[in-house]
RNA sequence: GGCGACGUAGCCAAGUGGUAAGGCAGAGGUCUGCAAAACCUCCAUCCCCAGUUCGAUUCUGGGCGUCGCCUCCA
């Protein structure tokens, strides 16, 4: 069982090995904090978070950095309209970006760098490029010189003749010595002081390009070279393109051994979710319709495996929630079960059977949705097996093993849930009279009334259990 | 114009050279005071055409369709 992930530099799946050998160096592009995060923003921080769990399930120490580009046109666009500075500017931004994550459980990283903080490792590494005639000013600006680096392209596989055919490469109003070189550093614009977003540097005050942050905070935190980048596919090119042109100029060292590009979230129309284009879905536009976190979690994560593109809809999601709520339902299940002496023996074979599996399945390229698809398959055979009242002690181990090696990557199942009310117990133990007295009447009228608040219950031979489930409609409206 | 991806049941989706996982939705049952949950049963021949092969959904070529990148973008 070894891990292997596709890597876009060879356009192929290889066995997964780290420089050292059981610790990982990881750098993920975080989000450009100027608005909320949509969810196909989010469906990419959740591959991230999915990369690094199952690195872990895989036995190595993981150093995860997550940019926070927090100066860019953007930003300096909405702090000047605003009024206001970019640091003030991007903070309820910043905030909201920490606390999507933490509804959708992802796990914290080791380091959150922000472009701002690190102005000083940008301006070394320019200057770095400067000596070594990597780069060149014109006009007060500073540009990466391609020409310099005749790797260029080799990850998006464009070679420079594509590029220059290109029927919409930028017109040439800078004095740039080739249309395709870029910025790692703007000269001061009238308006850049008052909003906070102009440095000295030796070859000019001004602000750095884009793609500088990252190439110089993986070098602060990881080193020259990082085991595993990843990003989504619309930063391929140019923004890990110019990373790796930056990095190995200036380091002389190989950028990113691995790079994983995870594929798009489409809108209901089936076209790219972009924030440019207009039309674009939160997480808070989704709670607010209804929908459960975890089945957004699961959704984005699980339907589809990662180098696919997903489109969001209601069906989809509300088919995570289903599967969600079975995982619950069935680790809740196996933690009451009334166990027999008797083991199922055939089951607990087959348990471990699919566990192997599942974690194959992960090993390859972290094909969530196959394992998955085995987990529930499984589920089935072991529900039937409690139903008939086949379920040994061994039994329940297995397949308590088989859940957390899920949640391992779901976290979905064992998320705790809120406290039981005293008001909801206190409604259950009226029920339960009014259902000795055989006043069906009044234990339905309760059902309900708890329905309607978003609180299911059921009746079992273990007693009657309650759960969290969407609000009905009428509480909605 | 260049480069690339995809096209599997009503919907989402995995996958393999030997007659296609799983989930949602739907139908019929078992169980239940009624429900719910769970279980059982049913529900596809994989866009089209040609080729390679004993055999292709899986390989090759062509076609049609959808989408992405080449420009800020997860």
Not at 202 to 211: K, S
Not at 270 to 296: I, Y
């Amino acid at each position: 069982m070894t891990l292997r992930l596709h890597n876009t530099l060879t356009g192929k799946k290889e066995e997964f090995k780290p420089v050292e050998a059981d610790h990982v160096r990881m750098y993920t592009c975080g989000p450009t904090v100027w608005n909320y995060a949509h969810v196909g923003n989010l469906r990419a921080f959740l591959f991230y978070d999915l990369v690094r769990r199952h690195l872990r399930v895989s036995g190595y120490r993981v150093t995860h950095v997550m940019n926070l580009t927090d100066i860019d046109d953007r930003i300096l666009d909405q702090a000047m309209h605003a009024g206001t500075t970019i640091t003030e500017y991007v903070k309820p931004y910043a905030q909201a970006f920490f606390e999507d994550m933490a509804t959708l459980r992802a796990e914290h990283v080791e380091h959150y760098p922000r472009a701002t903080e690190h102005i000083a490792e940008m301006v070394d590494m320019i200057s770095t490029l400067l000596q070594n005639g990597n780069a060149y000013i014109a006009d007060g600006d500073v540009y990466f010189r391609i020409a310099s680096f005749p790797k260029y392209g080799e990850l998006s596989h464009l070679d420079r003749a594509g590029l220059k055919a290109g029927a919409r490469v930028a017109t040439d109003k800078y004095d740039k010595e080739s249309v395709s070189d870029f910025a790692l550093w703007k000269k001061s614009q009238p308006g850049d002081e008052k909003i906070g977003a102009s440095w000295d540097a030796p070859f000019g005050r001004g602000r750095p390009g884009w793609h500088i942050e990252c190439s110089a905070m993986s070098k602060r935190y990881l080193g020259a070279t990082l085991d595993i980048h990843a990003g989504g596919v619309d930063l391929m090119f140019p923004h890990h393109e110019n990373e790796i042109a930056q990095s190995e100029a200036a380091n002389h060292a190989p950028f990113a051994r691995v790079w994983l590009h995870s594929e798009h979230l489409a809108d209901a129309t089936g076209e790219k979710m972009s924030k440019s284009a207009g039309g674009f879905t939160t997480l808070r536009d989704l709670v607010a319709a209804g929908h459960d976190p975890l089945a957004v979690r699961l959704f984005l994560m699980a339907n589809a495996h990662y180098r696919s593109r997903v489109r969001l809809s209601q069906e989809a999601l509300h088919a995570s929630a289903e599967q969600v709520r079975r995982l619950r339902e069935f680790a809740d299940r196996v933690n009451r079960a009334t166990l027999t002496d008797a083991d199922h023996a055939g089951l607990v074979d087959r348990t471990a059977d699919v566990r192997a599996a599942y974690r194959e399945a992960l090993d390859d390229d972290l094909n969530l949705p196959q394992g998955l698809g085995l987990v529930f398959d499984h589920l089935r055979e072991a529900n039937a097996a409690l139903d008939a009242g086949r379920f040994g002690p061994l039994n329940k181990t297995a397949l308590l093993g088989l859940i957390d090696d899920v949640d391992a990557h779901l976290d979905v199942i064992r998320a705790e849930e809120p406290g039981l009310a005293d008001e909801v117990e206190r409604l259950i133990a009226e029920r339960e009279s009014a259902r000795k007295s055989r006043d069906f009447a009044r234990a339905d009228r309760i059902r309900d009334e708890l329905r309607e608040r978003g609180i299911a219950l059921e009746d079992s031979r273990e007693g009657v259990r309650w759960r969290r489930v969407a609000p009905t409609a009428a509480e909605r409206s």
